[in-house]
């Protein structure tokens, strides 16, 4: 029986999805003013282990991830630089597409962006209004926290002695509010070339939170399954999602919170503004593989929290080179006909504890476990020839079922990093330099062979990604 630590009811509950057979999921995606940190990644990979469960489970999943593709730093960087909105983020778009397939990630069914979204949150915040949920000032538009009792049942702060004013740390608007606590749904232009767009309340853009009210319900209803995301999400931005959606609709806004613990680096948080983080890039550059950082990530269960180091990735390299050693082994063993039996049961064995493992909120610990039990001891049999051709067939099947979650096992064909492109292309160059034609069209078969197109023109040679 598949259970969730729900951080709505602080319980671990039995999953029991609104539609028979049907999950309707929604995570807090990136923004997309930078690159994402392996810390990003983490959470990431945290909801495709969800899906790919979900999924594994029978269930047909529709996973919704936004972009947040407007905020303060977006609007602040591209005003620096001359640049629109959708100018500046599209390099970050693609990045972060490029970053979780090659961590072997499986994409969102739906992908929505704020900018592209607007007049949803828009329609929103004209139901606030009406029903006294919001008030407009200078230009502003706020939520109004006392209009709204259960505030706080997400993150259990209990906000009893937070009066008007009262409160420096949640006050960050510069705005006149009625009440410290509340939080703003609309604000008021406050800076000449930042993007503004037009609403029955006035001009200006939207806050953080309301975007994912918005998106979320728009996608997968006006109540749903799953709602992720960090843990650093749950307040204010889950809880500010939940008066939202809630104060507009009448409903429960979502039936099960998952909240991913975050990966730490020397027991503080990953995170650009600390500094103290790695780009997946940065990563491959100093010869880790993508597999090796998905295991890491994916290795300890999801609120748990995961301490990062380069050591401890060093030794994973070589724990997912030898599944992937295992996998080639077992599928290339000749082996007699018939079965083993002492085999036959400790694929069992291991399918139950595998299982087990997630169906106790993703324990993704307890999983693997019980997978490198089995690869041990199936290769003690393959060493002393105790493996049949049934078990061969059967174990491969078993392992196709895990990596259908974990997607470990087999290297993975890479997508190509640009600066990797670029190294290929200038060896190319160099070789056409040196009149060796032989090694310049090896080079671009090579590229050819992984989805890389070259183009000779006056300028230089170009490439592109065969779509
Ligand atoms: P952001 O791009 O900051 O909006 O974050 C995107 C997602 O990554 C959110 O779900 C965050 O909760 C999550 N996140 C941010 N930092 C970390 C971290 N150090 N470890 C795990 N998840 C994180
Ligand atoms: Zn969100």
């Known amino acids: 029986m598949l259970k969730f630590q729900n951080t709505l009811t602080g319980r671990l509950e039995e999953f029991r999805p609104i539609t028979e057979g049907e999950v309707r999921m929604y995570y807090c995606g990136p923004t997309v003013w930078n690159l ?15 899906r790919r469960y979900l999924k594994y489970k029978g269930y047909r999943v529709t996973h919704v991830m936004n972009l947040t593709d407007v905020d303060d730093r977006i609007i602040k960087q591209a005003l620096e630089r001359g640049q629109s909105i959708d100018d500046y983020t599209a390099p970050y778009i693609e990045a972060f597409w490029q970053d979780v397939d090659l ?16 007049a949803e949150m828009a329609a929103i915040i004209e139901k606030l209004l009406a029903t006294r949920h919001a008030y ?3 230009g502003s538009v706020y939520y109004r926290i006392a209009s709204f009792p259960e505030y706080g049942k997400l993150s259990k702060i209990n906000f009893a002695g937070n009066i008007a004013g009262a409160s420096e740390r949640v006050d960050t608007d510069k705005y006149e509010k009625e009440d410290a606590r509340d939080f703003a749904l609309w604000k008021a232009p406050d800076q000449e070339g930042e993007p503004v767009w037009d609403a029955s309340f006035g001009r200006g853009r939207p806050g ?34 939940i008066a939202q959606s809630e104060g507009a609709t009448g409903k429960q806004f979502v039936n099960y919170w998952l909240h991913g613990e975050h990966l730490k680096i020397d027991g503080e948080t990953m995170s650009k503004s600390k500094g103290n983080y790695y780009t997946l890039r940065d990563l491959i550059e100093r010869g880790f593989t993508p597999a090796a950082i998905r295991y ?23 724990t997912v080179a030898g599944l992937q050693d295992f996998n080639a082994r077992l599928s290339e063993a000749r082996t007699e006909p018939g079965s083993n039996p002492a085999m036959r049961s400790a694929a069992a064995r291991a399918l139950e504890e595998f299982e087990a493992g997630l169906d106790d909120d993703l324990n993704t610990s307890v999983a693997l476990a019980s997978v490198h039990n089995l690869t041990r001891e199936v290769n003690t049999a393959l060493a002393c020839e105790g493996l049949r051709s049934d078990d061969q067939r059967d174990l491969l099947e078993l392992v196709r079922l895990f990596d259908s979650v974990f997607n470990v096992f087999s290297p993975p064909q890479r997508g190509m990093l640009d600066t990797e492109i670029q190294a290929l292309i200038d060896d190319r160059q160099e070789a056409r330099r040196r009149r060796d034609f032989a090694r310049a069209d090896q ?15 006056r300028d230089g040679v170009r490439w592109k990604r065969k779509a």
């Open 36 to 50: 994402a940190h392996v810390g990003n990644l983490r959470s990431n990979i945290f909801v495709d282990v969800l």
């Open 136 to 138: 407009a000032s200078d």
């Open 103 to 118: 961590v072997g990630c499986e994409r969102p069914e739906i992908a929505p962006r704020a900018t592209h979204h607007i």
């Open 443 to 457: 080079i671009r078969d090579q590229l050819t062979e992984r989805g890389i197109v070259l183009e000779d023109t």
């Open 208 to 241: 953080w939170h309301i975007e994912c009210s918005a998106m979320s319900m728009k996608c997968l209803g006006e109540t749903f399954d799953i709602h992720c995301g960090g843990v650093d999400l749950v307040f204010p931005h889950h809880e500010n999602e």
């Open 296 to 318: 890491a990530l994916l290795s300890v269960p999801y609120r748990k929290q995961l301490n990062f180091t380069l050591d401890g990735l060093r030794g994973i390299e070589k």
